[in-house]
């Protein structure tokens, strides 16, 4: 006979419940590592503006009291070893500001600010040129966009990966980056020349880099795409769909253009009555 009497608990939890519980659980980590991420790029703008702001300026006013003691010394007589120990001073000097300057810079490029995102990468793009050797053209639509500075922000640092991972794994020679604005989307996508990435590589769950990327993609509300094709290259895609009122100024426009030509018909028909 099937017994009926009460279910008796082994001391292990329910696989269902520990299901459910752990859902939430998952998106309670996903906010924290957004709200990480975005303390973190905002004490990255903090330390570069102070950086630049503060160090910055105090090395370049010490530079140009530098100068000007080295310049009011010419004509008194000094031994040439303080006068070249002066003169070392001040070229010490020079090399920190470019320091301050380039580390403000890699912590936060002032053009993403200032800018926009399109200047950024193209910032971006000139510099590792001359770090690696590698060949790198950027082409985009237009210089403004209407995303927000969040998800510019999250763009910007998934090309900045994108970037390494050419460096460190394509065997590349040269990189192309396409902003394109288009459909109510915005999308980024950075392509090589390279080895292509193996389909292996994109599920390996260890890959730090592009957990990165799609976690950043995931909280700027992106999609993003990795594809590679053997002996060809390998192409990182990223779409960001715009908001609404972005995605309907190009309809308002195509709307105002036939009461324009409207106009212009209603002219010509006046001109050709007037004739008559």
Known sequence: ?????????NGLPDEGSSVIELRPSQEQMRQLAASLQTAREEERADLARE??????????????????????????????????????????????????????????????????????????????????????????GKDQTALTAKQQTALFRIFQEALTNVVRHAQASAVRVRLTEARGAFELRVADNGRGITREEIADAGSIGLLGMRERARQAGAMLRIAGVPGKGT???????????????????????????VAALRRAGAKRRHVR
């Not at 140009?64 to 000097?93: H, W």
């Open 1 to 9: 006979m099937p017994h009926h009497g009460p279910k008796l608990d």
């Open 51 to 140: 950086l630049h702001d503060d160090l910055g300026q105090t090395l370049t006013a010490l530079k140009l009291e530098l100068g000007r003691t080295a310049a009011a010394l010419k004509d008194v007589r000094l031994d040439p070893p303080v006068m070249d120990r002066l003169q070392s001073l001040v070229g010490l000097v020079e090399i920190g500001v470019a320091m301050v300057k380039r580390l403000a810079t890699k912590l936060r490029p002032p053009a993403l600010d200032h800018l926009g995102l399109a200047e950024a990468i193209r910032w971006e793009a000139a510099t590792f040129r001359s770090r690696s050797g590698l060949r790198c053209h950027v082409v985009a």
């Open 235 to 261: 192409a990182v895609t990223v779409t960001v769909p715009l908001p609404l009122r972005a995605a309907a100024r190009p309809r308002a426009k195509s709307r105002a253009a036939p009461k324009k030509h």
